[in-house]
């Protein structure tokens, strides 16, 4: 029996298929108003609970063999406390619980972006050093750390995955929004002559990465898991093409972009809501990010989609969407 969080979030539409096509039995740990509806076609058994809720988390896991920790908190805006509680003190709830029931291992989602502003041409591997820059990033830093005091100080089985930015079905925010939904909505827009390389990976390789570390890596190490790494300018090609829309993206100067960013900001502390171009995304769009998933490929079997192909998949997914029912 594997035990998973986040189940019902955009990694966990794309993991749980997977795991149930693998012949795997699956435990989800879901809150009262989650959409279960998939979860239960696919048998997938339910305990409801929280991250945040130690006792239901211990209750839940009893039984499991293996764990996937997927649930955490993403946004590019928001309150430090917030990140704090579902990522850190939500990753150390899980790590108990793993203890307490003798787990064969733990696998625990993280992010390549725990480094912080990458460095002009750095190539980022799981050795370069994490200077982690909004509070999104020092959070789930701060769980890797959490992860690796437990595999160190009780011999708790772990292993670290690190994607990159997230694309495909079931997604709506980030790399989707910014590379998918935005231009088919006609909002074409570009910062630094996109020149700047981005990170994609497509869900489903994520899915198929944690699916291989059950049973392969080594313990307590961390993987970085990453598409090809490509200019935005490539990126937006591809999709332009495949979409057949305009591949022209006006480029929008980078003071401008960052003034509204603030202008936005500010409306969104009297709103609460967060903003469509918050100032943390900047990290992202202004950063050079070439990511190394050697190590994946070596000790994982890792084998990333063609960002052609995912981009593909992705465009069907939402025209689907669209359809009427």
């Known amino acids: 029996m594997i035990f998973v969080t986040g189940a019902t979030g955009f990694l966990g539409h794309n993991l749980v298929p997977a795991l149930v096509r693998a012949g795997h039995e699956v435990r989800a740990l879901v809150r009262p108003t989650s959409n279960t509806a998939f979860l239960r076609e696919l048998g997938v058994e339910l305990a409801t609970g929280d991250v945040l809720d130690r006792d239901s988390i211990t209750q839940a896991m009893q039984g499991c063999d293996y764990v996937i920790h997927a649930a955490g908190l993403f946004r590019f805006w928001g309150e430090q406390r917030n990140f704090e509680r579902v990522n850190v003190e939500g990753t150390a709830y899980v790590l108990e619980a793993a203890l307490r029931h003798n787990v064969k291992r733990v696998v625990h989602v993280s992010t390549v972006v725990v480094i912080g502003e990458p460095q002009p041409g750095v190539l980022i591997d799981e050795k370069v050093p994490c200077r982690p820059a909004d509070a999104y990033q020092r959070s789930k830093f701060d769980a890797e750390n959490l992860v690796k005091m437990y595999a160190l100080t009780t011999g708790l089985p772990v292993i670290i995955l690190r994607p990159g930015a997230c694309y495909g079905p079931w997604g709506n925010y980030a790399f989707n929004r910014l590379f998918f939904t935005d231009p088919l909505r006609g909002l074409r827009i570009r ?135």
Request: hydrophobic share 40%; net charge positive.
């Open 191 to 325: 910062v630094e002559g996109g020149r700047n390389h981005t990170f994609p990976v497509f869900a489903a390789d994520v899915a198929q990465a944690v699916l291989a570390s059950l049973t392969r890596g080594r313990n307590g190490e961390r993987y970085n898991v990453c598409g090809d790494c490509l200019t935005h300018n490539e990126a937006n090609a591809i999709i332009s093409r495949l979409a057949n829309i305009s591949a022209f993206r006006l480029n929008v100067p980078t003071d401008l972009i960052l003034a509204l960013a603030r202008r936005m900001e500010k409306w969104a502390e009297r709103s609460g809501r967060e903003p469509y171009y918050p100032l943390n995304l900047s990290h992202y769009v202004f950063g050079d990010w070439r990511v190394s998933s050697e190590k994946a490929v070596a000790e994982l079997g890792f084998v990333p989609t063609p960002f052609e192909e995912g981009a593909r998949q992705t465009l069907d997914w939402q025209q689907q969407r669209r359809r009427p029912q």
